[in-house]
């Protein structure tokens, strides 16, 4: 079984640019996470989605930002009109419906750059 | 208040040696507790879960006190593969109770 995958590993862009980050989830998991970490900072969420549905947002920032989780397809986060601070290491996680006490696995990250 | 607070570090020990991390979080209606390992910047591992009674795995042993809302990993006859951080997590209340959230890591250096 294939855990959870994150592509690309590493993305550049140039300020203004778009980044599009995927995310597959674990077979079988139909909820996603997306957390960021910046350098020499800890994780922190941003959004956790289900099957068509954003559950909480509450750690996207309000402007630029935006995450799906199509009934078909990968999750994709949205960073539009890239700059400078969007630089950092993003992580995916997937988790099976309901089972408050499972810790979830994380995909290997995708590292953005932004130049 | 942070929501989970860790040293952060780093602790610097020789091989062998038995080391304790220690974690509180701020909301008593937390409802799990776990412990990840993250290496060199590369995806946070699950660690082991935490209980109130306590549980070990190997030289791993995390206890967990509900009422002081306090969280510790213990790791004894430390080895230089335990060199990394470890991320203290806690789960549940907001988010439908799924969101799980981090604390900044302690991290850990073992050497010969």
């Known amino acids: 079984n294939a855990g959870v995958m994150q592509n690309p590993r590493h993305l550049v862009r140039r300020r203004g640019q778009e980044a599009r980050l995927r995310c597959s989830p674990v077979k079988g998991h139909s909820h996603v996470y997306w957390y960021r970490q910046l350098p020499e900072e800890g994780l922190k969420f941003m959004v956790y989605l289900q099957k068509e549905n954003i559950i909480d947002e509450s750690g996207m920032p309000k402007e630029r930002f935006s995450a799906e989780f199509p009934k078909e397809g990968p999750s994709i986060l949205r960073i539009q009109q890239v700059v400078r601070g969007d630089s950092a290491a993003y992580f995916c996680?997937?988790?099976?419906?309901?089972?408050?006490?499972?810790?979830?696995?994380f995909g290997s990250g995708t590292r953005l750059t932004v130049v | 208040r942070k929501e989970v607070e860790q040293d952060p570090g780093p602790f610097n020990v020789p091989e062998g040696a038995t080391v304790a991390f220690n974690c509180t979080y701020s909301n008593s209606a937390s409802q799990s507790f776990f412990w990840y390992r993250q290496d060199c910047r590369k995806e946070p591992k699950l660690l082991m879960s935490?209980?109130?009674s306590g549980n070990e795995d190997g030289r791993f042993t995390a206890q967990l006190n509900r009422a002081s809302q306090y969280i510790s990993l213990l790791i004894r006859d430390s080895k230089l593969s335990d060199s990394a951080t470890y991320l203290c997590v806690v789960k549940g209340v907001t988010g439908g109770g799924n969101k799980l959230t981090f604390g900044t890591g302690t991290q850990l250096k073992v050497e010969l």
């Open positions: 935490v209980y109130s």
């Open positions: 996680a997937s988790s099976p419906p309901g089972g408050l006490g499972y810790g979830y696995t």
